[in-house]
C-alpha cells in the first residue's frame, strides 16, 4: 500500500524548538483517527484513553499510511477496548521493579549496574508500556535535584553503570540532566552511562545542539538505546538524528518489542533491523512482551516467537540478529529464549 503522508501544518504554525513540536502533541483519538482519513474504527476505546492517555507527535504520525486502520505504527499507540479485558497472568508490575527499588528512583536488578527512573514524562505514550500502571509520582529520581538517587550510587561501589530510563529521560530539559551527570561525574566507581530513549525516534528534533554538546562534555563511554519496533518509524528526521548522536562518540543500539500486529513477521523484523543498520544502529533486544495489564492483545506466543528468531537468524547476517529475551522479575539477567 502506498504510504500518503499527513500534510505539514502551514509555515505559520510551524514550530520552533523541540518543547513546542512536544507541546502539540496529538491527544484525542479522534483527530488522530481524521488526520489519517480514517472514520470512528471498532474497538477504539474512550476509557482506555481515560486510563492511559493517548499522546503521539505529529511527526510520528505523519510516518503512518493514510487509509490504513492495521497500520503498524498506529497499532502501537492506539487505544482499544481489548486493554480493558483482564487477561491471566498480566499484572501492573510486570517485570518487578517495586521489588528492585534500591533508592528513590533507583532500581537495582542486574549486577553492576543501576537504572534510573529520571521522569515519568514519554512524547509518547506506547500501549504496550510496561510502565504503564508504574508510580511515577513517588519513585522518580529527579525529584529534589537527584540527591537521594545520586546518594544511593555513591554508596554502592559495585555499580559502574548508570542507566538513565522513565519514562523518557530525554524528556527532561538539557540543564535538568547537566544537573544529574556533573553529580555523577564525581563520583569514581560510576565508569558508563547508558540512556534508554524513544525519542530520537519519535520526536528527533529533540536532537538539538545543546543536547548534543551537554553528550559531548560527559566524561565517560556513553550507550544510546533506542526503542524502534518498525522500519517505518525511521525517517530523514531521524537518519538526522542518529548521525548527529554518532558523531559525539554514542553508540547506539535499538531494542525492540515483538507486538502481534506490529512487527511479527519476517519481513517486518528483517526490515526493521536493516532499516536501523542503515541509519547506523545496531540491533540489541528482541523482547518478548512484558505481560503488563492492559497489553495481552499484543502478545506472541513464545513458540511462534522462537521460529520467528530462528527465521531471522537465516536471514539476517549475524551482526543484525538482536537476541530473543524475556524479563523475568527476579532474575540477575534478562533470560534468552
Request: net charge neutral; proline share 7%.
Amino acid at each position: 500500500m502506498q504510504t500518503t503522508m499527513i500534510p505539514a501544518a502551514p509555515a505559520r504554525l510551524q514550530p520552533t524548538g523541540w518543547q513546542q513540536h512536544w507541546r502539540e502533541a496529538i491527544r484525542d483519538p479522534r483527530e488522530l483517527l481524521s488526520l489519517l482519513g480514517l472514520q470512528a474504527l471498532a474497538g477504539v476505546s474512550e476509557a482506555a484513553a481515560a486510563q492511559f492517555p493517548l499522546r503521539v507527535p505529529r511527526g510520528f504520525a505523519a510516518r503512518m499510511r493514510h487509509g490504513d486502520p492495521h497500520d503498524p505504527l498506529l497499532r502501537q499507540v492506539l487505544p482499544l477496548d481489548a486493554e480493558l479485558r483482564p487477561a491471566p497472568g498480566f499484572s501492573l508490575d510486570a517485570v518487578g521493579d517495586a521489588a528492585a527499588r534500591a533508592g528513590h528512583g533507583v532500581l537495582h536488578k542486574y549486577a553492576g549496574r543501576a537504572l534510573l527512573v529520571a521522569t515519568g514524562s514519554c512524547a509518547i505514550h506506547c500501549r504496550y508500556c510496561f510502565r504503564r500502571h508504574f508510580p511515577y509520582a513517588e519513585e522518580t529520581a529527579a525529584a529534589a535535584g537527584w540527591r537521594a538517587a545520586v546518594a544511593a550510587i555513591r554508596a554502592d561501589h559495585s555499580l559502574h553503570e548508570v542507566i538513565l530510563s522513565g519514562g523518557d529521560p530525554l524528556s527532561l530539559a538539557t540543564p535538568k540532566l547537566a544537573e544529574l551527570t556533573d553529580a555523577l561525574a564525581a563520583i569514581p566507581h560510576v565508569r558508563r552511562l547508558r540512556i534508554h530513549t524513544r525519542l530520537p525516534v519519535v520526536l528527533p528534533e529533540r536532537v538539538d545542539d545543546a543536547l548534543l554538546a551537554w553528550l559531548s562534555a560527559l566524561p565517560w563511554p556513553v550507550v544510546v538505546v533506542l526503542h524502534a519496533n518498525h522500519a517505518n518509524e525511521f525517517g530523514a528526521g531521524v537518519d538526522a538524528a542518529t548521525a548527529a548522536l554518532r558523531a559525539r562518540g554514542a553508540t547506539l543500539l535499538n531494542q525492540a518489542v515483538l507486538l502481534r500486529g506490529v512487527n511479527d513477521s519476517l519481513e517486518a523484523q528483517a526490515a526493521l533491523h536493516e532499516r536501523g543498520f542503515a541509519a547506523g544502529v545496531l540491533p540489541y533486544y528482541l523482547h518478548q512482551l512484558d505481560r503488563v495489564a492492559g497489553a495481552a492483545h499484543f502478545e506472541v506466543p513464545d513458540d511462534e516467537a522462537r521460529a520467528l528468531h530462528e527465521a531471522m537468524r537465516m536471514r539476517l547476517p549475524g551482526y543484525l540478529l538482536p537476541r530473543l529475551v524475556r524479563e523475568v522479575a527476579g532474575d540477575g539477567s534478562k533470560r534468552p529464549l
